[in-house]
C-alpha cells in the first residue's frame, strides 16, 4: 500500500503511516504516557513545541496547517470562523464567473437606496458606493446548514470534517476518546463517511475496545511497551492485547511490531 503520511512521535518512539482505508488507534494503557501525549498534541495545535513530526513524502508539514484536534465532539460546528471565511472566498469567487446581470442589479439597488436614505438626513452624508461582496454574506448569515440535535452528533461531525477537509485544507484529524461517544454502528458509520471523503483519522484511546472493520490498531501498553496489532472479528470483548496473549489466544493477535520505549 502507499502511505500518504506519516506521523511521528519522540518518546516513546512510534512511527503512524496513514494507508487509504484504513482508520488508525492507538490505545494508550499508561495514564502518565496518556498525559504526556496529550500535552503534546495540545501544545502543538496552539503552534508551540511537542514531540510530534508530520510529514508527507519526507516533506516535513505544519502540525496546526494541517492537524485538527478535536476534543470535544459536541463542540465542532461548521460556523467555525475558518470555515466561514473559505465559503465566503469561494462564494466571492465564483459571484464574479456567474450571476454577474443580478449581481449588478444588486450593487445599482444598493446604491440607490443608500443615495436616497442618506438624503434624508439633515446632516451631509457621503457613503462607498462599491458594495463588499463578502460582507453581504456575512450580513445574511450564509452557513453550512447541520444538525442540531444530539442524536445526529455524528452527522454534525462528518459535515464538520468534510468541511474543514475540503474548505481548510486539513488532512488528519486527530481525537481524544471517540469511542466514548459513540456505539459501534455509529462508529462504523463514521468510518464509512471519512474513508469515502479520503479524511485521515486519529483516535487515541485510554482504554481498549474491539476492533472494527478498517482499524489499524496500536497499544502502548503500561510498560510503555509499543504493541502493532491486527484483531480479528472474533475478539469481542474489551480486553487487552497482554490478556489475550496471556489467555493463550495468540492466534487471534498478529503481532506486526514489539517496541520497547
Not at 79 to 105: F, H, M, P, W
Not at 153 to 170: E, F, P, S
Not at 228 to 248: A, H, I, K, P
Amino acid at each position: 500500500a502507499d502511505y500518504f503520511m506519516n506521523l511521528v512521535y519522540d518518546n516513546p518512539y512510534f512511527d503512524i503511516e496513514f494507508e487509504e482505508n484504513l482508520i488508525n488507534i492507538i490505545t494508550i494503557e499508561n495514564q502518565n504516557t496518556f498525559r504526556k501525549i496529550s500535552a503534546d498534541i495540545f501544545s502543538q495545535s496552539c503552534g508551540n513545541f511537542g514531540g510530534f513530526k508530520l510529514s508527507e513524502l519526507d516533506k516535513d508539514l505544519s502540525f496546526n496547517k494541517y492537524i485538527d484536534v478535536i476534543w470535544n465532539p459536541f463542540s465542532v460546528s461548521c460556523r467555525d470562523k475558518k470555515i466561514l471565511t473559505g465559503v465566503y472566498n469561494e462564494l466571492v469567487s465564483q459571484s464574479g464567473l456567474a450571476y454577474l446581470i443580478e449581481r449588478e442589479e444588486l450593487i445599482n439597488a444598493y446604491n440607490k437606496y443608500l443615495e436616497l436614505i442618506t438624503r434624508m438626513s439633515s446632516f451631509a452624508l457621503g457613503y462607498t458606493p462599491d458594495i463588499d461582496i463578502k460582507m453581504l454574506f456575512k450580513l445574511a448569515d450564509v452557513h453550512i446548514i447541520e444538525e442540531v440535535d444530539d442524536a445526529e452528533l455524528v452527522d454534525r461531525l462528518i459535515n464538520y470534517l468534510k468541511a474543514m477537509h475540503k474548505i481548510c485544507g486539513i488532512e488528519l484529524f486527530i481525537f481524544l476518546g471517540l469511542k466514548n461517544y459513540f456505539t459501534d454502528e455509529d462508529i462504523a458509520e463514521f468510518y464509512k463517511s471519512c474513508l469515502y471523503e479520503k479524511i485521515h483519522v486519529l483516535s487515541i484511546e485510554s482504554t481498549y475496545r474491539k476492533s472494527l472493520q478498517c482499524e489499524k490498531m496500536m497499544i502502548i501498553d503500561k510498560d510503555d511497551c509499543i504493541i502493532e496489532v491486527w484483531l480479528t472479528t472474533v475478539c469481542q470483548t474489551e480486553y487487552s492485547v497482554r490478556t489475550f496473549l496471556n489467555l493463550g489466544f495468540e492466534s487471534l493477535v498478529n503481532l506486526k511490531d514489539v517496541k520497547h520505549a
